[in-house]
């Protein structure tokens, strides 16, 4: 069993998955009202947040614990590491925001951001998939991992559904054409094919950093999701269109992370 070629045809299928719902992009009309608009961000911002806890913080102490390392202190270091991150590059987009005041930008600055936290959080997801199918190819003796293998690919494939959706939506919003938000929705999973295959070549080394990885993608993402997300959700001067679609996409991601992971 070759562990790359398995590696890179697992994080195929998450990447095509992601595409797929980047394409819920074409069954949205342009001209959507504020109250839909505040439902999509809050939607977005319940997805991140949850596979931020169940597919990243939680997965992440459990990989640092298998190396023999302090759990809580791994994630927190790498989560903090993403934090700071994202706060350097906010800073930087607003020097740039300021010195194009009277300017139409392309792109609000919270949307940038999602796709950049999206992209993010999809390294290590691949990471995963492509150390799964490594181990597998390693030990044939062991027919439970590659089961294993399977079913993480399947489950992370799932997820990535309403991920793609989640930042193919708030472009297409944005005035973005559909096609445009559709290929920028899709390629936010590029990463993973790219990263699989590279972790199930250098497994060993892949596999010690693995933690830091899951935690810093999950601190970029909350990060995004309180400083930008949640509050434009909630521009909206009447309704609870945000809170409830925040509420829709924690759930639904949750769900899919408890039940396939």
Known sequence: MNGILFAFLGTIVTFLVTTLGAAGVFCVKRDVNETWQSGFLGFAGGV????????LLLPGIDFAEEQGQIGWLVVTVGFLTGVLLLLLADSLLKRWYRREAG??????????MLVTAI???NIPEGMSVGLAFALAAQQLENPALLSGAIALTIGIAIQNFPEGTAVALPLQKEGMGKWKAFF???MTAIVEPIFGVLAAIFAGAARSCIALALSFAAGTMIYVVVEELIPEAHMEEEGKAGTL????GFLVMMILDVALG
């Open 48 to 55: 991140m947040i949850a596979a931020s806890v169940w597919s």
């Open 103 to 112: 300017q139409e930008t392309s792109l609000r600055k919270s949307t940038m």
């Open 119 to 121: 992209t993010v959080h």
């Open 184 to 186: 920028i929705g899709s």
């Open 245 to 248: 679609g925040f509420i829709v």
